[in-house]
């Protein structure tokens, strides 16, 4: 079946560390791969997203690229803020004909401090 | 008002209530989700609606019933559930069901049964 795996957290960080938070999943097919972000009190936020093979989606210092070979999707950012605190979710797409909808992982909280 | 709205909030119900939750989306998207979300557990999709037709059911349980008067609109009423039900109701929407696009969500409403 088609499912996403996330490391377990939670990840503690001090402020301006790296960051790495590893997805890989299993798929039927060829899947778009998400990163949704949420934050305290609020529902998911797409935050970069990638849709085929080597493509790699970036948005607010956040990078991750889609790698087939490995079927992984890991997250990483160079320096993180405490305001990324938050759990991260990866998931997947992938399109029928009677719709979609995305395949997420558990969820990795982040927790930074300064 | 902007993006996807979820009313209540929160809300304490008995086992023997029946309320509804409410999700609005302001982005003139074709395609609106149900999810459920429980501590530990992935997101679980319940419900995906493609211009006001149920086009999945997630082998959700009856006591859960949806329903979608237009495409901006989105209902879950509740009857007769269960302790093992509270949980965060997430509603989404997307411009069309299937493929890449972007899922956008609301804040969810933190559902508490007693």
């Known amino acids: 079946g088609n499912s996403v795996t996330q490391m377990e957290g939670p990840v503690t960080l001090s402020e301006e560390a790296f960051l790495t938070i590893n997805c890989t999943y299993t798929?039927?097919?060829?899947?778009?791969l998400f990163w949704y972000v949420q934050y305290p009190g609020e529902g998911l936020q797409l935050l970069l997203k990638?849709?085929?093979?080597?493509d790699k989606g970036s948005n607010k210092g956040f990078e991750a690229t889609y790698r087939k070979e490995t079927t992984s999707f890991h997250l990483e950012k160079g320096s993180v803020q405490v305001s990324d605190s938050a759990v991260y979710f990866c998931?997947?797409?992938?399109?029928?004909?009677?719709?979609?909808?995305?395949?997420f992982g558990k969820g990795t909280t982040l927790s930074v401090s300064s | 008002e902007t993006g996807v709205t979820q009313t209540p909030r929160h809300l304490v119900m008995g086992m023997t209530n029946k309320k509804s939750l409410k999700c609005e989306q302001h982005?003139?998207?074709?395609?609106m989700y149900w999810y459920k979300q429980s501590a530990k557990k992935p997101l679980e999709l319940m419900f995906v609606y493609n211009f006001k037709e149920q086009t999945e059911n997630n082998s959700v349980p009856s006591r859960f019933s949806p329903e979608c008067p237009n495409s901006s609109h989105l209902f879950l009423h509740l009857h007769t559930l269960q302790p093992e039900d509270s949980a965060l109701y997430l509603c989404?929407?997307?411009?069309?069901?299937?493929?890449?696009?972007?899922?956008?969500f609301g804040p969810g409403t933190r559902l508490t049964v007693l």
């Open positions: 989404a929407s997307s411009q069309e069901p299937g493929g890449v696009d972007t899922q956008y």
């Open positions: 982005l003139g998207h074709n395609a």
């Open positions: 998931a997947l797409s992938l399109a029928n004909q009677a719709g979609t909808a995305l395949i």
């Open positions: 798929a039927t097919g060829y899947p778009s």
């Open positions: 990638a849709t085929k093979a080597d």
